[in-house]
């Protein structure tokens, strides 16, 4: 099930376009990023899925319908750091909050809780780190309950401890069932958070799918035999799978290759299987995802 589908969403302005013919879906339970350099579109392609900007084309459909006031209340945005009033503890900061959203104010403690700010909700917003603050605007996008969240670069401008706070608060409301979709240039958070991702380049999508597939196959897969096969046999029954290339030998029993597209560690171990060779690891060696993006952005 999908929470979001985006289908060819073009944004131009006068002679630019921002945004250009844009498709991807969020499947349900997932930490969903859009990556992309500055000036790439995330923004746009937020700003038009939730309705605050207006498509040139294309469309959006939340849990497989329009948005309507009734999705709405379904999803929790934050496209900007809200202005919080600094003399204002976080209960009272939320308050006003839950009054402009109009969602009951018995959603406030558990969006303290949720955040692990409950026991700081009384002291002022002034007095709290910039982890701490940027938990609270999440609590705030929380309020009401909503299914999916919405959060444009949440770790932006934060330093390493409020990285590490927002990070561990996205994987733990994902880990209670919120969808969380984030936008981030940061390759590194996305690596460390994210299920799925689109990879935007100038308005436009390089690719998209679930984060194992950007690398998969892409990387190089490292494997040992058990002892009984010599390096030897091992290469010889290997040169004679077409969908596998560029052996080398990395010393210590490891043999290290490259499979084509399509082919996985299940495919490869069974087929030493069947020529009798017993593999005791068949580990995907991850391309690091800014190899991947950089490859990717420069097609
Ligand atoms: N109101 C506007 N008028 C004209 N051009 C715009 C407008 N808003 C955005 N753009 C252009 O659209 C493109 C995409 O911008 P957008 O802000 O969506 O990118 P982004 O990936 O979110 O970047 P950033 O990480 O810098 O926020 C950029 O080239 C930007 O200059």
Request: aromatic share 6%; with cysteine; glycine share 10%.
């Amino acid at each position: 099930m999908y929470v979001l589908e985006i289908d060819a969403l073009t944004k131009v302005y006068g002679r630019a376009t921002a945004v250009q013919a844009v498709s991807f879906q969020v499947p349900a339970g997932s930490v969903f990023g859009l990556l992309g350099p500055n000036g790439s579109g995330k923004t746009t392609t937020m700003g038009m899925a939730l309705g605050v900007l207006h498509a040139t084309s294309g469309s959006v459909r939340w849990f497989s319908e329009p948005l309507s006031e009734a999705t709405k209340r379904r999803i929790g945005a934050m496209l900007e750091a809200p202005n919080f009033y600094p003399y204002l503890s976080a209960y009272q900061n939320l308050e006003r909050v839950a009054a402009i959203k109009r969602v009951a104010k018995s959603s406030i403690a558990s969006a303290l809780a949720e955040t692990g700010l409950l026991a700081r909700q009384h002291d002022r917003f002034q007095t709290f780190s910039l982890g701490m603050k940027q938990r609270l605007a999440i609590a705030a996008t929380l309020l009401g309950n909503p299914e999916v969240l919405v959060l444009d670069e949440p770790t932006n401008g934060l330093d390493p401890q409020g990285i590490v706070e927002v990070r561990t608060l996205i994987l733990d409301l994902a880990a209670r069932g919120k969808t969380v979709i984030i936008s981030s240039h940061l390759l590194d958070e996305i690596e460390k958070m994210c299920t799925h991702l689109v990879v935007l380049n100038k308005g436009q999508v390089c690719a998209t799918g679930p984060v194992e597939s950007f690398f998969g196959t892409a990387g190089r897969t490292l494997i040992r035999p058990r002892p009984e096969t010599t390096t030897q046999q091992l290469r010889q029954v290997l040169g004679g799978l077409p969908w596998v290339t560029d052996l080398q030998d990395e010393g210590n029993g490891y043999t290290s290759l490259n499979m084509t597209s399509g082919y996985h560690p299940g495919d490869l171990n069974m087929a030493l299987f069947a020529q009798g060779i017993v593999v005791s690891e068949i580990t995907p060696v991850r391309r690091n995802l800014e190899t991947q993006f950089f490859a990717l952005i420069n097609r």
